[in-house]
């Protein structure tokens, strides 16, 4: 459920984040948003779990599956992956369906979308194998044993010391 979900809030939030940074702002503001959006990918992890601990200790998810799923559903890394795919999709294809008078939601999911199909693919396998993985945050947050993830089942299971397998030689 926490790989599924991360991933499609993955594709959402990076996906129009990034056709917005690519075909909707000029490209000097594009940058400047890019930029910070780079920077803060800099900041190391550790750095910011205070603080986004408070954040949603505040708003009332900082002991349930949501307080997990959300902070993991953007990354700056995917908005780069999806502003780069989206900047090889030439501007003339996005004018002809706004002159053809579709929206910006229709020119995203019925052009954009299924032009994309391969970088959807690829961040929709590194983001459900990074969410089925998460142990770090999910261990701060998680606090009722009916919503651990697999890797917390598996601390418990074998404790700190791993699994004692003999392997024959």
């Known amino acids: 459920l926490l790989s599924v979900a991360v991933v499609l809030g993955q594709w959402i939030v990076c996906g ?16 400047k948003i890019l930029l910070v959006f ?15 601990y408070l954040c949603l200790q505040r708003v009332g998810i900082a002991s349930n599956m949501l307080g997990v799923i959300i902070p993991m559903t953007c990354s700056a890394s995917n908005i780069l992956l999806f502003k780069s795919n989206f900047d090889g ?12 008078g579709a929206g910006e939601m229709a020119v995203f999911t019925k052009i954009m979308m299924p032009l994309c199909k391969p970088i ?30 697999v ?19």
Do not use: C, H
């Open 16 to 31: 129009l984040a990034g056709y917005s940074l690519s075909k909707l702002f000029e490209r000097r503001v594009g940058r």
């Open 120 to 149: 959807f693919a690829t961040i929709g396998l590194l983001t459900f194998g990074s969410g089925w993985g998460e142990f770090f945050w999910s261990n701060i947050i998680l606090r009722d044993r009916s919503q651990f993830t």
């Open 38 to 52: 780079l920077a803060t990918s800099m900041i190391p992890t550790t750095v910011t779990i205070a603080a986004s």
């Open 89 to 100: 999709i030439s501007d003339d294809i996005v004018n002809a369906a706004r002159i053809d």
């Open 151 to 169: 890797p917390m089942v598996l601390k418990i299971l074998f404790g700190t010391s791993g699994a004692s397998v003999n392997y024959p030689m």
